[in-house]
């Protein structure tokens, strides 16, 4: 059974940081792109980043360019998202998810590439 399971969300204050973790289970891990995606109240889900485990490449969205940072542990079967100079607009409930890369990878920020969603996990920047 596929299992993603998100966790280190929390309040933090415009300026603070916090580093997400997606603990990931059932699944070869090292064969497979994790993402991160976040839904913030009364908005669409968007896509944030991607590290395809197999060639290393990381994407991300405009917004979060030099400020969130993902890794993945291969060794632990986790992946990361390091957030630094959190803003209030990144308010929103973070979601991890993950497709196989048996097929070429596509556009990292569509919802439909990927296979395996995780609960999610609130962060509440403070003004």
């Known amino acids: 059974e596929v299992q993603l399971v998100e966790s280190g969300g929390g309040l933090v204050q415009t300026g603070g940081s916090l580093r997400l973790s997606c603990a990931a289970s059932?699944?070869?891990?090292?064969?497979?792109?994790i993402g991160w995606f976040r839904q913030a109240p009364g908005k669409e889900r968007e896509g944030v980043s991607c590290?395809?485990?197999?060639?290393?490449?990381?994407y991300y969205k405009d917004s979060v360019k030099g400020r969130f940072t993902t890794s993945s542990d291969n060794a632990k079967n986790t992946v990361y998202l390091q957030m630094n100079s959190l803003k209030p607009e990144d308010t929103a409930v973070y979601y991890c998810v993950a497709r196989s890369l048996d097929a070429p990878l596509g556009d990292p920020f569509m919802e439909d590439e990927y296979d395996y969603w995780g609960q999610g996990t609130q962060v509440t920047v403070s003004s």
């Open positions: 059932g699944f070869t891990f090292d064969d497979y792109a």
């Open positions: 590290i395809n485990n197999v060639d290393g490449n990381t």
